[in-house]
Each structure stands twice: as structure tokens, then as C-alpha cells.
């Protein structure tokens, strides 16, 4: 099977390339390397991947309408697991641009290289911030969406509707994965664990926002792994529109939606205290108010899922943070030496 894999050198594009690369999967993976957070930790993460002989890495920009349509029709997909975006709700206030030409214009890329090529499963990544200022716990995929509160949230919500839409259009199957707060080893320096980690590790305070009044629902990314995986070995079909209980009745496309979360959120400080005692070290608290664009609370309904493909995440807040500052004391004490990488 050949898939391709957008976004490949970010955290989650990483882990499941290594994934598909060890089942003996045939992975074609694109990434533009933008300098949005260290392209070091980028292209170290390449460096695991590269000398797989079933590996082969683009560097290519998705919203570069000609070379996106030159790869599709120089390759051939079964499926297209479409990770790449512009992350971050907090930079979209400072660069809203971003947001349009990689979430938008990419992404509309994407589903015409699948439209053109009869992709057997197209699965993009949404997320739960498409649930915005959603009181209703926890989140389900019937939920109303229509408000969300950041541009990444209504770019997340766009790529949904173009989604279904291209699926309603020209029989794309398609099923869209909303995360929940991803975290674990080789992940993404701006999320706020990586701080917290990074800030204690260094005797530094860290920033608690709306005075630690916060609940996530951190996922440990071996969890959106095989879920992504299961959901891969089960496209939609015919038969899944009368059966689901998060779409329309109204639509007859092989379109779906899941969440991918632990259902279990944790308190902000909390989860600063696993942090502490992973770390063996206190934190020096800085207590901020709310950030624009921030929801209190997120907690993700993952009945669907189950139903559809037998998994529910289960990995602890205390394992995977434990995980995390193994891979995070390692990385930074070693500093992976990167090696020599060849663009196709």
C-alpha cells in the first residue's frame, strides 16, 4: 500500500510515518519545513525516518497549487492521511495569512490531487478547538460548530466542509479526526506542556493562564496513532451513513467524523504537578488571565469511535508525561545530530 503523509516531519506526521514504515507500508511524506518552531526538532525527526527504504520525503509547499497537482500525478495514493497545517491558536492572531494559505489553500490542494486520483481513504486532521466556547461536556460530533472563537478553530471547521463537500461531490472516502491536545515524546515546542517542561527543567517560571481555572484532555500521541491506524484499515461506506449518529441525514456522502481523546481531562494545575514529579523539581507559578482565543475546558465524546473501530485511548497523564520528560532529558542533553537528508 502507498500512502501518503502530509506534514510528515511535524509531531503527529512523524509518529505515524515511523508506524506504517515499521508495518511495511509504502509512505511518501511532504513537509515545507517553515520555521514556525525549531526546524531542527523537524529534521531530526526526518533523520529517523530517512534511511527506511520504504521512505521517500518531498519538500514541498502545499498551497503551490502546480506541485501539489505534479505529485499526485506523478504518484499514485491509496490513501492520503493529510496532516499538515499551520498549528497554533495564539499565532493566528499575529499571522492570520498563514492560516489561509497552509489550512485553506493547501488543504483545497489536497482534495483536488484526490479528486484526480480516485484515493481510496482520505482521513485530514480537524480539532477540538473547532468546538470554541461549546459549555455542552463532553464535546460530541453532533455538537454545533458553527462559532468558533480563534481562526486555527474556523480553518479546522473549513477544511470539515470542504471535506464534505468534495466527498458529497465525487465519492472521495473521507473521515476527519478531531484531536484532543496531542502530547508526547518528539512533540511540538509551542504547546504548553513542552514549555512547562522546558521552563522547570531550567528554573524558570512558567505561565498559567486564566489563574490555572483550566481542564484539558490530553491524548498521549501512541493513542492518535493507532487510532489513525484503525481508521485507516476502515474506510467509510454506503452502509456507515445510516448507521452513524454524528451526520445528517440529509447527506450521502462517505464522510465522517471522530474525536480522538482520553475523555478524562485533567486540571491545569494538576497536570503541572505530574510535571513536577516526573521532573523531581518544583514550579514557579506566574498566574495570567484568560488568553483571547482560549477555551476553559475540553473534554472529548468518543463513543463513535469506539463503535466504529473497536479503540479508545487509555495511556495515563502520569505514563505519558513520564514518557515525555524521558525523550525530552535525552534529546536535549544529546542534541541529535541530524543527518545528511535528500529532497526528491
Not at 483536488?112 to 482521513?123: D, K, P, Y
Not at 481562526?151 to 463537500?165: I, P
Not at 524558570?204 to 481555572?213: E, M, Q, R, T
Not at 475540553?298 to 479503540?311: E, P, R, S
Request: proline letters at 5%; charged letters at 15%.
Amino acid at each position: 500500500m502507498n500512502v501518503l503523509i502530509t506534514g510528515v516531519a511535524g509531531f503527529i506526521g512523524y509518529h505515524l510515518a515511523r508506524r506504517l514504515l515499521e508495518d511495511g507500508v509504502q509512505v511518501y511524506g511532504v513537509d515545507n519545513l517553515n520555521a514556525y518552531y525549531d526546524v531542527n526538532l523537524k529534521k531530526d525527526r526526518l533523520a529517523q525516518l530517512y534511511p527506511k527504504d520504504n521512505f521517500t520525503f518531498y519538500q514541498l509547499d502545499l498551497s503551490d497549487r502546480i506541485q501539489v497537482a505534479q505529485l499526485f500525478q506523478e504518484k499514485t495514493f491509496n490513501q492520503v492521511i493529510h496532516l499538515a497545517a499551520q498549528a497554533g491558536v495564539r499565532y493566528s492572531l499575529e499571522n492570520p495569512w498563514a492560516y489561509i494559505d497552509s489550512n485553506i489553500t493547501g488543504f483545497v490542494n489536497v482534495l483536488e490531487g484526490c479528486r484526480q486520483s480516485a484515493i481510496q481513504h482520505l482521513i485530514f486532521a480537524s480539532s477540538s478547538s473547532v468546538y470554541g466556547a461549546n459549555t455542552k461536556i463532553p464535546f460530541a460530533t453532533s455538537d454545533n460548530v458553527d462559532y468558533p472563537i480563534s481562526l486555527y478553530a474556523a480553518t479546522k471547521r473549513s477544511n470539515e466542509l470542504l471535506a464534505h463537500t468534495y466527498s458529497h461531490l465525487y465519492g472521495i472516502p473521507t473521515t476527519g479526526l478531531r484531536f484532543f491536545t496531542v502530547y508526547g515524546p518528539w512533540g511540538r515546542p509551542d504547546m504548553a506542556y513542552f514549555k512547562f517542561v522546558q521552563a522547570i527543567a531550567n528554573n524558570k517560571p512558567i505561565d498559567v493562564y486564566n489563574n490555572g481555572n483550566m481542564q484539558r484532555d490530553f491524548t498521549y500521541i501512541d493513542d492518535i496513532i493507532e487510532g489513525i491506524v484503525r481508521v485507516m484499515e476502515q474506510p467509510p461506506h454506503e452502509l456507515y451513513i445510516t448507521s452513524s449518529t454524528n451526520f445528517s441525514p440529509n447527506s450521502n456522502a462517505r464522510y465522517r467524523l471522530f474525536n480522538i481523546g482520553n475523555h478524562n481531562p485533567i486540571k491545569l494545575l494538576d497536570f503541572i504537578r505530574v510535571i513536577e514529579q516526573a521532573l523531581g523539581k518544583k514550579a514557579t507559578l506566574n498566574f495570567l488571565p484568560m488568553q483571547p482565543g482560549d477555551v476553559p475546558a475540553t473534554c472529548a465524546d468518543v463513543d463513535d469511535l469506539i463503535q466504529a473501530v473497536g479503540f479508545k485511548p487509555t495511556t495515563t497523564i502520569e505514563r505519558g508525561i513520564h514518557q515525555f520528560v524521558q525523550w525530552y532529558q535525552h534529546y536535549y542533553q544529546t542534541q541529535l545530530l541530524t543527518q545528511p537528508l535528500i529532497f526528491c
